[in-house]
Protein backbone atom coordinates (compact mmCIF):
# COMPACT_ATOMS: atom_id res chain seq x y z
CA UNK A 1 0.00 0.00 0.00
CA UNK A 2 2.98 1.92 0.72
CA UNK A 3 4.57 1.97 -2.77
CA UNK A 4 1.27 2.90 -4.07
CA UNK A 5 0.91 5.96 -2.18
CA UNK A 6 4.52 6.92 -3.37
CA UNK A 7 3.52 6.20 -7.38
CA UNK A 8 0.55 8.13 -6.44
CA UNK A 9 2.34 11.09 -5.04
CA UNK A 10 5.12 11.00 -8.08
CA UNK A 11 2.30 10.41 -11.16
CA UNK A 12 0.41 13.79 -9.58
CA UNK A 13 3.53 15.88 -9.24
CA UNK A 14 4.73 15.32 -12.21
CA UNK A 15 1.93 17.89 -14.29
CA UNK A 16 3.57 20.55 -11.70
CA UNK A 17 5.94 22.54 -13.82
CA UNK A 18 7.05 25.88 -13.02
CA UNK A 19 6.59 28.02 -15.86
CA UNK A 20 10.52 27.98 -16.57
CA UNK A 21 10.24 24.66 -16.70
CA UNK A 22 7.46 24.46 -19.61
CA UNK A 23 9.56 27.04 -21.36
CA UNK A 24 12.41 24.72 -20.93
CA UNK A 25 10.87 22.04 -23.29
CA UNK A 26 9.15 22.35 -26.63
CA UNK A 27 5.79 24.69 -26.80
CA UNK A 28 2.13 22.71 -27.50
CA UNK A 29 1.93 25.69 -30.29
CA UNK A 30 3.86 28.75 -31.90
CA UNK A 31 3.55 31.05 -34.63
CA UNK A 32 4.55 34.42 -36.16
CA UNK A 33 2.49 37.33 -37.17
CA UNK A 34 3.63 40.78 -37.76
CA UNK A 35 1.00 42.43 -35.32
CA UNK A 36 2.44 44.54 -32.20
CA UNK A 37 3.21 42.23 -29.18
CA UNK A 38 1.33 44.90 -27.26
CA UNK A 39 -2.12 44.04 -29.70
CA UNK A 40 -1.28 40.17 -29.48
CA UNK A 41 -1.21 39.93 -26.50
CA UNK A 42 -4.35 42.32 -25.52
CA UNK A 43 -6.30 39.71 -27.53
CA UNK A 44 -5.16 36.57 -26.44
CA UNK A 45 -5.77 38.22 -22.64
CA UNK A 46 -9.46 39.06 -24.02
CA UNK A 47 -10.13 35.76 -25.48
CA UNK A 48 -8.73 33.54 -22.57
CA UNK A 49 -10.70 35.86 -20.20
CA UNK A 50 -13.94 35.38 -21.95
CA UNK A 51 -13.34 31.64 -20.90
CA UNK A 52 -12.44 32.54 -17.09
CA UNK A 53 -15.44 31.60 -15.39
CA UNK A 54 -14.59 28.01 -17.21
CA UNK A 55 -11.15 27.96 -16.34
CA UNK A 56 -10.24 30.26 -14.00
CA UNK A 57 -8.54 34.50 -14.06
CA UNK A 58 -6.49 35.13 -16.54
CA UNK A 59 -3.40 37.49 -16.07
CA UNK A 60 -1.10 39.74 -18.24
CA UNK A 61 3.23 40.22 -17.04
CA UNK A 62 5.90 41.20 -18.30
CA UNK A 63 8.06 38.93 -20.45
CA UNK A 64 11.30 40.28 -21.14
CA UNK A 65 10.90 42.81 -23.72
CA UNK A 66 7.27 41.71 -24.57
CA UNK A 67 3.90 39.55 -22.13
CA UNK A 68 3.04 36.42 -20.88
CA UNK A 69 -0.49 35.58 -20.97
CA UNK A 70 -1.55 33.20 -17.55
CA UNK A 71 -3.94 31.46 -16.71
CA UNK A 72 -4.46 30.79 -12.69
CA UNK A 73 -2.10 28.86 -11.30
CA UNK A 74 -0.08 29.34 -14.27
CA UNK A 75 -1.59 26.07 -16.34
CA UNK A 76 -0.71 27.49 -19.42
CA UNK A 77 1.03 30.64 -20.34
CA UNK A 78 1.56 32.09 -23.37
CA UNK A 79 4.98 34.06 -24.26
CA UNK A 80 4.39 36.90 -26.75
CA UNK A 81 7.90 38.24 -28.01
CA UNK A 82 8.43 41.27 -30.43
CA UNK A 83 10.84 40.40 -33.28
CA UNK A 84 12.18 42.67 -36.27
CA UNK A 85 8.94 41.68 -38.62
CA UNK A 86 6.40 41.36 -35.72
CA UNK A 87 5.82 39.16 -33.28
CA UNK A 88 6.84 35.57 -31.71
CA UNK A 89 3.84 33.78 -29.77
CA UNK A 90 4.62 30.31 -27.56
CA UNK A 91 2.10 28.42 -26.56
CA UNK A 92 3.16 26.13 -23.17
CA UNK A 93 1.18 24.39 -20.67
CA UNK A 94 1.65 21.53 -17.87
CA UNK A 95 0.63 18.22 -18.75
CA UNK A 96 -2.12 16.53 -17.53
CA UNK A 97 -4.72 19.00 -19.24
CA UNK A 98 -7.61 18.06 -21.16
CA UNK A 99 -6.75 18.56 -25.01
CA UNK A 100 -10.45 20.13 -25.27
CA UNK A 101 -8.93 23.00 -22.74
CA UNK A 102 -5.70 23.79 -24.72
CA UNK A 103 -7.47 23.86 -27.83
CA UNK A 104 -9.59 26.65 -26.86
CA UNK A 105 -5.96 28.32 -25.82
CA UNK A 106 -4.50 28.06 -29.04
CA UNK A 107 -8.02 28.67 -30.67
CA UNK A 108 -7.65 32.10 -29.14
CA UNK A 109 -3.94 32.50 -30.15
CA UNK A 110 -4.29 31.85 -33.96
CA UNK A 111 -7.59 34.46 -34.13
CA UNK A 112 -5.52 37.18 -32.60
CA UNK A 113 -2.23 36.21 -35.27
Not at 32 to 40: L, P, Y
Not at 55 to 80: H, K, M, N, T, W
Amino acid sequence: MKKLHIVVLALGLAGCASISEMRQGEPAFSASTNKSSQQVSKCILSGWQEKSARYGDVYLQPFGEGFSVLSAGSVEVADITPIASGTDIKFYHKSGIFSYRTDARVDVIKHCI
